[in-house]
């Protein structure tokens, strides 16, 4: 980050051209809408090894492990939208290059365990007794992933091309942690002073005030001394909102620095737990009740996937709310702020094998 000018002469550069832009190449024809088209530009490459290994039922009991590396690299996944947390276009179509990294669907380390155990049976000369203690089976199945990628994204049109879709942040250098922020713009006043967007000029221009969704606007410099009026001062840069982020919202006219799908986002485990119980009428012919207890431990994963059965809320979230990627949100890169960890759950079920 720079430090920011005092002052401001005729040739300093300012944002007047961005807002003037329409990058609508079609709005003489009659096309006033942006036009969107996804002509197949799209690559992508996948590489991936695995090992398994497998116990055959020894002494009843049954193992097998699987671990698997994959890495997808791309330049385009989300083009269906099914998550906001990853954009469904490209930041700047003309340059889709800028865009290759690894793919939203890039899971780098998956691992697999399962075993069961088949309790050995009870010699009694009582019926009742082998009833009740004998056919117990137990097994558990242990399931863990790193995260996926997602793109810290501004929410502002910063290039100007008529999306927000893919504008991506900016990284400062002097900055620390996962901490992000907003921006005020830097105004241009009268006679030659410059102000941030929330304070003005010491002379006094009025506050001209700022809001969040005014960069995304065209620019923050309002000003609050003619409180009618929609006029704004031009910006010549922005400054942090909140000192020593290391992530920064790219105003209007600024470039991002961010590369996509730039942040992972948290793994999960979770361990499974499964006991079954055989009524034996005949050789062939027998009642299994069984208790599956899904992440028996109830150990939260605050993750895109939890890898649990019964609950996509950490899905949902992410197709719905973009809040967890974008550096003007209080809860920016907290994953127990935006998904649900999962849940203990259990079931109860009844098999009848002939």
Known sequence: ????????????????????????????????????????????VYHAGSVSFMQRSRMGLSFNANYTYAHTLDNSTNEFFTSLLNPRRAQDTTRISEDWASSDLDVRHKLALSWTYQVPNLKSDSRWVKTLVNGFQIGSVFLAQTGQPVTLQSGVDANRNGDSAGDRVISNPLGSGLIGSDVFAVCEFAGGLTGFSNSGPSTGLGDPGFVPTGVAAGGACFDR???????????????????????????????????????????????????????????????????????????????????????????TTATTTGGYVQPANPNFLQPSKFFSGGIRSMTLGLKFVF
Not at 22 to 30: D, E, I, K, T
Not at 33 to 41: E, H, K, Y
Request: proline share 7%.
């Open 225 to 315: 001394s003619a409180p009618t009026s929609t006029s704004k001062h031009p910006a010549i840069g922005y400054t942090p909102v909140t000192a020593g982020a290391r992530y920064v919202v790219a105003g209007l006219g600024a470039k991002p620095t961010v590369g996509r799908n730039s942040i992972t986002t948290p793994g999960f485990g979770v361990l499974n737990m499964s006991v079954a119980k055989n009524f034996h009428f005949t050789e062939g012919k027998y009642l299994q009740a069984k208790v599956d207890v899904f992440n028996i431990l109830n150990h939260a994963n605050y993750a895109l996937s939890n890898g649990n059965v019964f609950s996509n809320a950490g899905v």
């Open 1 to 44: 980050m720079r430090a920011l000018p005092a002052t401001w002469t005729a040739s300093t550069p300012t944002d007047a051209a961005f807002k003037n832009f329409n990058s609508n190449l079609y709005a003489p024809f009659g096309f006033t809408a942006n036009v969107t088209s996804d002509p197949p530009f799209g690559s992508s």
